[in-house]
């Protein structure tokens, strides 16, 4: 029986780690852009060193 509070409180320990760990995150700055990875891959990338295509 005891092992199970010894896994509760671990894991209560490891959800606040967690919880820190997105605070954090979202502090520092991590998910400031939302918009510009999801339209970066409709784009497309624009190589100066491709030939012209023969016509």
Known sequence: MSII???IGCSILLALIFLGAFFWAQCSGQNDDLYTPSMRI???DEDEDEPEPRK
Do not use: K, M, Q, T
Request: charged fraction near 15%; hydrophobic fraction near 65%.
């Open 42 to 44: 409709l784009l497309d």
């Open 5 to 7: 509070y010894f896994l």
